[in-house]
């Protein structure tokens, strides 16, 4: 089945550093990718879907400047956490959708965000 | 707008016990409904889902009936084991929309 590979599992670092998150579709060709934020005993949030080639779109709320999201391929989505502060720790989980599949949605790993 | 409420964990049950894991939405229109699971370590998987009302989706002795009227999506296994451990999402999309949007997770542990 579809498989989408979610770098790095745990990453630590220091405030005020940049953090790049990866987002690998390794069978299929992700026409969209969703990224999601998961704090503590609470949901999913969507963040943004981008769509390869194109900017991404981002959710209320969220800061595109802080958050950058690049999809500039049909098999890697990148995100970026600009200048990390504490509150920015977190669950961060990538999703892939395929062409052709409305609802096969794949989800990466996660990555466990720890800025001190 | 749309939401998801699931039922608070965790949840923890002895092996061959009955499962019910609540979940209800609300909607705008008629969406599509899901439950993920998560297994330690690793992503998301979709164990079920149903796309219209009274639909009945299942997967691996799990079974879940979407309830139009309740709005109501509720996880039930007649059995669980210890593999089941895991955290479960129910979640809905919109027909219109691409995004999945999730409740709060419920974690589900299963004693030998």
């Known amino acids: 089945g579809a498989v989408v590979s979610q770098h790095p599992s745990r990453v630590i670092c220091k405030s005020g550093t940049s953090v790049k998150i990866e987002c690998r579709s390794l069978?299929?060709?992700?026409?969209?990718m969703f990224w999601y934020r998961q704090f503590p005993k609470q949901s999913l949030m969507l963040m943004a879907t981008?769509?390869?080639?194109?900017?991404?779109?981002?959710e209320q709320g969220v800061e595109k400047d802080k958050f950058l999201i690049n999809h500039a391929s049909l098999t890697l989505s990148t995100l970026t956490v600009t200048s990390a502060h504490p509150e920015d720790s977190s669950f961060y989980i990538c999703s892939a959708r395929g062409q052709g599949d409305p609802e096969g949605y794949t989800f990466g790993s996660g990555t466990r965000l720890t800025v001190v | 707008g749309d939401s998801v409420t699931q039922m608070e964990g965790p949840v923890t049950l002895s092996e061959e016990a009955f499962l019910t894991i609540n979940c209800t939405y609300t909607?705008?229109?008629?969406?599509?409904l899901f439950w993920y699971v998560q297994y330690p370590g690793e992503g998301l998987q979709l164990l079920l889902k149903?796309?219209?009302?009274?639909d009945k989706g299942s997967n691996k002795g799990f079974e879940a009936t979407y309830r139009k009227e309740t709005t109501s999506f509720h996880l039930e296994k007649g059995s669980v084991q210890v593999s089941d451990s895991a955290v479960y999402f129910c979640a809905l999309k919109e027909s219109s929309a691409s995004k999945i949007i999730f409740g709060s997770g419920t974690r589900l542990s299963i004693r030998p």
């Open positions: 069978d299929f060709q992700a026409t969209t």
């Open positions: 981008s769509n390869e080639g194109s900017k991404a779109t981002y």
């Open positions: 149903a796309t219209k009302a009274d």
């Open positions: 909607a705008t229109g008629y969406p599509s």
